[in-house]
């Protein structure tokens, strides 16, 4: 098996992401890598202010759930970072996107890692029709190798 010298790690905060953060901190430190660890904000997530019917909010302003969001992100991230990837050489970053897949597929095509980590919730049925699968999506789509790491 080849090093993997850069890893895409997404994450979503669940506690089934956690197995592929755990799995992503095994081979990076394996594999003496560098992780990407990102948390996506999807933006359908938060209706349009002409929808909302209430007077616009700066950025990080009270009130500004988009900037919480992201906040929230960043302080996970944070936390993610000292609880698995301790010696590994770990960037985190928030990325607002149309959705899950997108943002983490648009963040691959940037940083071009050889290895996208996800986990899976493993959803099926009527669930996993009508929320569809992000990993599925990733596998579909990644220009490179991705591992999904099943949570059930």
Known sequence: MDAYRRILAPTDASPHSMRGLERAAQIARWS???????????????APLTMVGQAPVTFRGEGDLLGETVEYGESKLREFRGRYFEGVDCETKVVVAASAASGILETAETLQPELIVIASHGRSGVMHLLLGSTAEKVVRHAACEVLVVRTK
């Open 32 to 46: 003496k890598g560098r992780v990407l660890l990102v948390f996506v904000v999807e933006k359908t997530y938060f």
